[in-house]
């Protein structure tokens, strides 16, 4: 990894509140996104207002009416938006929200308290959109929209990483990623996007997902995911992939694709879809068109999140599929639970109608009866977690696990901010891990569950030219990792979230805590027993990292 | 001529604003669109059957109606999410909890409420009992003399507590603005003129409930008499309190009606089972598909449908068509 940052001083300034309206001019390294090109924001198929210029943080190269368009851009999400509005009006500034943020306790910037962030755009919307900000200006705490406001609007506005903890803790439920988001939105209508997100999102647009995988690609990956199985298990599994007629769609976070540990988490579905169906004949299908489950276009606009999520219930509808399974990622699950149902319209076809009249697996193979997922969906969303997947298949005891396959990890679960905070999904997950390992202890309580730390890089924050804000933000759920690795002797740090895979392991060795990371389908594949090719419980040899399951004695003892 | 002014003109207009002011304000929000179902989940989600929910899931994760109804019941009587407040220690990389704010918070709030609640006796003919009533047991009725009410100095004290958080706290102190500020003097000046008015420079009550009682009525001839008998202590108070109500819709105060709207808050995590719709998107084509006008010029992204797709990567997809759809390792 570049540029980590040596060592991290945390320098707490208390600005007098006149000094916060003015906008900062200095801008730390390693906190800075860079600016998209016009590769990502003027491409056929992402095409952003104003993206065809280069732009240099120092020459924003901005069209000539930029303030009428952003008062504009204001005005339209004011009046599109119930909660922006409100959000705007109604805060109190009582600094509940203040120490929630991980950024501001790793960076003790207080512009990167959740109100203060806020106060950004909310002195700009005083200043134009209310009679006491247009009469007592800086006195009701109203300032100019100026160019040096802008550069502070787009440097602080791209250290938040939507985890919405802050909203947890807000009186009046002020979330801070909505702010945001749409505040993200009416810069992009200026001409400036931060360049991580919009890589992947152009990619998307073009290819259908974030790596910008070709179909025989995503094929190649899936297919070298097999090959290992087999060195592992020795059994020929297969897949499928864009099949017509299968049961169901399965859709993971393009990462699981290739990128560590993601991988073992993608060996781990491969081995639960070939069980489920040589026992059962239930077929799960992947899809080339539909092959992101995450979404970058949460992190930017209401425009682009719908961009890339309107084509995955369009493949359910060209497949025939009954319901959808996603996978293991994070903000995925707020775009898949809260928002993608309402951006599109539900598939319409036959065999979804069909199967959400009496959503009872049975209906698809008969073995499966009794799973139900009724409670709490229906046919206008139709998205199972893979998680709640498996939580149900273990309480109907439709699979065979076992546990002490994984007697070597002692495990704790990072709740993703999205999948916790957006969702609720918190004992699932843990049913599971349960139910798959002996060894399983939870972080301290003020750090899990809904209270969950980010990660650090959500919503786009994983850039590597933020490494220092990356490693500053990740601070407190660091030291709770380090607690419970000293407490119980944790090695293996498993979180369902496809970022937080790809932002802990450069986490955990920077902040010299020597365990793993992995995900829970990780540990399901290994203690899955594949009952349906005559598989024993004793039989398996490796896990799903190629390593051996016991350890020898006498090998590596102490 | 004070009497006049302060106790006929001013309150008028103040109250005609207030009335006006926060009645537009919530109108206003009420007709926003609400584009998205984003309720901000607290606990365990409504899953499978023998995933169990907690009675603090039920309402941190509401599914229901009554269930939401309950988070925003809590949420408006017992702060509940400043309840859940915690500190961080930086030099101890800890943190804990810290119920500071939520006590003086409540404390205010409740205080404020009974002291509105005794004063509706000046504004209602007979005095309900339930007034009587509140007003005995909060000022242990018997034990001093005059009755000393505790709501009237548990709300000046409340007031000073949270004055003195955004004083001597540093971090409290950058975010407040000067705004902030003011409404806590605002308040305190109100609630300490009432006081004083209370325990040491009396103002005659009957003339002020009549006054009240012609002014309800629009009696305003005999208002303006009325008025011009009222001592002038009275009208500090007064005139601050008419103030206030003017000042009230414009101000972050509105923020007593802006909890009921909060969409993070009074919506049920129930997105699985019913779907939202946005007003303003048909959700039939990506909004970027359709382009969207910046500036009097159109941006328009290209709509990667399955045709186009299949168009862009032929070969490879025939490929997979080739293999049926199946994924098999290769052999070597």
């Not at chain 1, 974030?210 to 070298?224: E, F, K, N, R, V």
């Not at chain 1, 290992?228 to 399965?250: P, R, S």
């Not at chain 1, 025939?320 to 996978?327: D, L, N, R, T, Y």
């Given at each position: 990894m570049e540029e980590m940052p040596e060592k991290i001083e945390i320098r707490q300034k208390f600005p007098s509140w006149r000094e916060m309206l003015k906008p900062v001019k200095e801008f730390e390294e390693g906190r800075l996104s860079y600016l998209s090109l016009p590769k990502q924001v003027d491409s056929e198929f992402f095409k952003m207002p104003f993206g065809d210029v280069e732009r240099d943080f120092d020459d924003l190269k901005l069209p000539e009416n930029w303030k009428e368009i952003f008062l504009e851009a204001l005005k339209e999400t004011l009046e599109k938006n119930r909660s922006f509005k409100l959000f705007m009006d109604i805060c109190v500034r009582c600094g509940a929200c203040a120490d929630k943020c991980h950024y501001y306790i790793g960076t003790g910037d207080p512009k990167n308290m959740p109100v203060a962030r806020a106060e950004l755009i909310r002195s700009i919307y005083r200043r134009y959109f209310t009679p006491a900000g247009k009469l007592f200006g800086e006195w009701a705490g109203a300032r100019e929209l100026t160019e040096d406001?802008?550069?502070?609007?787009?440097?602080?506005?791209?250290?938040?990483?939507?985890?919405?903890?802050?909203?947890?803790?807000?009186?009046?439920?002020?979330?801070?990623?909505?702010?945001?988001?749409?505040?993200?939105?009416?810069?992009?209508?200026?001409?400036?996007?931060?360049?991580?997100?919009?890589?992947?999102?152009?990619?998307?647009?073009?290819?259908?997902?974030?790596?910008?995988?070709?179909?025989?690609?995503?094929?190649?990956?899936?297919?070298?995911?097999?090959?290992?199985?087999?060195?592992?298990?020795?059994?020929?599994?297969?897949?499928?992939?864009?099949?017509?007629?299968?049961?169901?769609?399965?859709?993971?976070?393009?990462?699981?694709?290739f990128a560590t540990p993601h991988w073992y988490v993608m060996l781990g579905y491969l081995l639960l879809f070939n069980e489920l169906e040589e026992k059962y004949g239930l077929t799960i299908t992947w899809s080339t068109y539909a092959s992101e489950g995450g979404n970058f276009g949460t992190f930017h606009s209401y425009e682009a999140a719908q961009l890339l999520n309107s084509k995955i219930y369009?493949?359910?509808?060209?497949?025939?599929?009954?319901?959808?399974?996603?996978?293991?990622?994070?903000?995925?699950?707020?775009?898949?639970h809260q928002f993608i149902n309402t951006m599109n319209q539900p598939p319409k076809h036959e065999e979804w109608k069909k199967f959400w009249e009496d959503p009872d697996l049975g209906e698809l193979a008969e073995g499966l009866r009794g799973v139900r997922f009724d409670s709490y969906a229906s046919g206008e969303h139709g998205w199972i977690h893979i998680l709640e997947f498996v939580a149900a298949l273990l309480e109907h005891k439709k699979i065979t696990v076992d546990k002490s396959r994984n007697d070597k990890w002692i495990a704790t679960y990072h709740d993703p901010c999205n999948v916790a905070r957006g969702m609720g999904l918190i004992e699932e997950p843990r049913y599971v891990l349960r139910n798959v390992m002996n060894h399983f202890y939870d972080m301290p309580e003020h750090t899990i569950k809904d209270k969950t730390y980010c990660c650090g890089a959500g919503g786009g924050m994983l850039a590597d030219e933020i490494m220092d804000l990356r490693m500053r933000g990740v601070m407190p759920r660091m030291m709770a990792v380090r607690h419970v690795y000293r407490k119980y002797g944790v090695n293996i740090l498993l979180t369902p979230c496809a970022i937080d895979k790809a932002q802990f392991p450069p986490a955990l060795e920077y902040w010299k805590i020597p365990i793993e990371v992995g995900g829970p389908m990780e540990m399901v594949g290994n203690a899955l027993v594949m009952t349906a090719f005559g598989e024993k419980p004793e039989d398996r040899q490796f896990d799903l990292r190629g390593e051996p399951l016991r350890e020898e004695e006498g090998e590596e003892g102490e | 001529m004070i009497g006049v002014i302060f106790g006929v003109i001013v309150p008028y207009i103040a109250v005609a604003i207030f009335v006006v002011g926060v009645v537009y304000r919530i109108v206003n929000w009420a007709n926003s669109p609400v584009p998205l179902k984003i309720p901000t989940t607290g606990g365990q989600q409504r899953s499978l059957p023998f995933i169990k929910r907690t009675v603090y899931d039920r309402f941190d994760s509401p599914y229901t109606w009554w269930e939401t109804a309950g988070r925003m019941l809590l949420e408006i009587f017992l702060f509940r999410s400043l309840l859940k407040n915690t500190r961080y220690y930086l030099d101890r990389v800890s943190q804990k909890d810290a119920r500071w704010l939520w006590l003086f918070g409540i404390l205010f709030h409740y205080s404020l409420l009974l002291v509105l609640i005794r004063h509706s006796r000046f504004f209602l003919e007979p005095v309900p009992s339930f007034v009587e009533m509140l007003s005995e047991i909060e000022s242990f009725k018997g034990v001093f003399i005059p009755s000393v009410y505790i709501s009237g100095l548990a709300i000046v004290a409340a007031l000073f507590l949270l004055w003195f958080r955004r004083i001597f706290l540093s971090r409290e102190r950058t975010l407040s603005l000067p705004s902030d500020h003011f409404a806590l003097i605002l308040l305190l000046a109100i609630t300490i003129s009432g006081n004083l008015m209370r325990y040491f420079f009396k103002a005659d009550l009957f003339a002020v409930k009549e006054l009240l009682m012609s002014l309800m009525s629009f009696n305003i001839g005999h208002a303006v008499e009325v008025a011009e008998t009222i001592e002038p202590i009275f009208y500090v108070h007064f005139a601050l309190a008419s103030f206030l109500l003017a000042y009230f819709p414009f101000s972050k105060l509105m923020h007593a009606g802006g909890v009921l709207f909060s969409p993070t808050r009074n919506m049920p995590n129930d997105n699985r089972a019913r779907r939202h719709v946005n007003p303003w998107d048909p959700a039939d084509v990506p909004l970027l598909a359709k382009g969207i006008t910046v500036a009097g010029r159109t941006y328009k992204s290209k709509k990667l449908d399955w045709e186009t797709y299949y168009e862009m990567y032929t070969d490879q997809l025939q490929e997979i068509e080739e293999a049926n759809y199946k994924i098999v390792p290769e052999e070597l």
């Open positions: 406001v802008l550069k502070e609007l787009y440097y602080y506005f791209n250290q938040c990483s939507l985890c919405r903890r802050c909203s947890l803790f807000c009186p009046y439920g002020i979330d801070t990623a909505e702010i945001v988001w749409w505040v993200r939105r009416i810069l992009s209508r200026i001409g400036l996007n931060q360049r991580f997100m919009t890589i992947s999102i152009e990619a998307s647009s073009r290819t259908g997902n974030h790596l910008g995988l070709l179909p025989g690609g995503m094929y190649g990956a899936i297919q070298q995911g097999l090959e290992e199985l087999k060195d592992y298990t020795g059994f020929d599994l297969h897949t499928y992939i864009n099949k017509k007629g299968a049961d169901v769609l399965f859709v993971a976070p393009s990462a699981d694709y369009k493949e359910a509808e060209r497949l025939g599929v009954s319901f959808i399974i996603g996978g293991e990622c994070g903000h995925m699950w707020r775009d898949k | -």
